[in-house]
């Protein structure tokens, strides 16, 4: 299987990255921003979505896409409920 590495790409899964690296460190600070966290998750969730289907990996969309939606629940849950 070919890596489509395009710049595109690179900068999605270096983004997606850090948004989560981010949002792991928002929810484990546990002071009172861990909703910012699930919203830093749902983006890096959704840049790594956007890369699995550019590098035709199933797995990746499916994990990517359970957690985008858990996510989702978490953002709902911490500004609405």
């Known amino acids: ?4 590495n395009t ?3 690179l900068a999605a899964k270096w983004m997606g990255t ?4 981010v949002g792991a460190v928002l929810v484990a600070a546990n002071v009172g921003v861990v909703g910012w ?12 979505t956007y890369a699995g289907w550019a590098m035709r ?6 994990l990517q896409a359970v957690f985008l939606i ?3 629940v978490g953002i ?3 500004f609405f409920v």
């Open 37 to 48: 966290g699930f919203i830093a998750w749902a983006i890096s969730s959704s840049l790594w």
């Open 76 to 78: 709902w849950r911490w």
């Open 57 to 62: 990996e199933p797995s990746l969309i499916l």
């Open 18 to 21: 850090a948004a989560g690296i």
């Open 70 to 72: 858990i996510d989702l």
């Open 1 to 4: 299987m070919r890596r489509n």
């Open 7 to 9: 710049p595109l790409l």
